[in-house]
C-alpha cells in the first residue's frame, strides 16, 4: 500500500493493540494503510459505540441472524457504503459493496471498493464479520 501523506498517519494497531518498537515509541502507518484501518475500524465500531461521535460506526447488530434476502442485503450494502463515504478521504459516490457471503449464524463476508482522494487506484478489500464473536476482519485487501 503506497504511502500519501494527505491520507494520514495513525497509531499502527495490530490484532486490537499497538504495536511497540524497541525504542518505546509506539509503530504509526500512513497513507492508504492508513486510511484501510480507520476504515476497518469504522465498520468495525458499533454505531453509537463512541460517546461523544454517536453517528460513527455500522449498525451491525440489526443484520445479526436475518437471513440473507435481497432486501436485507441491500440494506447492508447500503449502510457499509454509507458509513465509508463518510471518511473525508473517500471519493464520494465511489464506495461500491460487492456481496460474497451471507450466512445465517456465521458469516458476512463482502468485497469493498472506494477511491481515496488524491489516489489513481482504487482501494479494494475484502472483509469478513465473524456473527459468533462480531469482530471485523480483513480477509484480502490490495
Not at 458509513?83 to 451471507?102: H, I
Not at 449464524?105 to 479494494?124: A, H, W, Y
Request: aromatic share 6%; proline share 6%.
Amino acid at each position: 500500500m503506497t504511502a500519501n501523506p494527505h491520507l494520514g498517519t495513525d497509531i499502527l494497531v495490530v490484532n486490537r493493540d499497538f504495536s511497540v518498537l524497541p525504542t518505546g515509541d509506539v509503530e504509526t502507518c500512513s497513507g492508504t494503510a492508513c486510511l484501510v484501518q480507520d476504515l476497518v475500524h469504522r465498520l468495525d465500531t458499533p454505531r453509537g459505540g463512541l460517546w461523544m461521535h454517536p453517528d460513527y460506526g455500522l449498525d451491525l447488530y440489526r443484520f445479526l441472524h436475518l437471513e440473507g434476502l435481497a432486501v436485507h442485503v441491500l440494506d447492508f450494502q447500503h449502510s457499509v457504503q454509507a458509513e465509508v463515504e463518510k471518511d473525508p478521504r473517500v471519493v464520494p459516490g465511489s464506495a461500491v459493496v460487492e456481496m460474497l457471503q451471507w450466512d445465517l449464524d456465521e458469516r458476512i463476508r463482502f468485497r469493498l471498493t472506494c477511491k481515496p482522494i488524491g489516489v489513481t487506484n482504487p482501494l479494494n478489500l475484502v472483509l469478513g464479520y465473524d456473527l459468533k464473536t462480531v469482530t471485523l476482519e480483513v480477509v484480502r485487501g490490495s
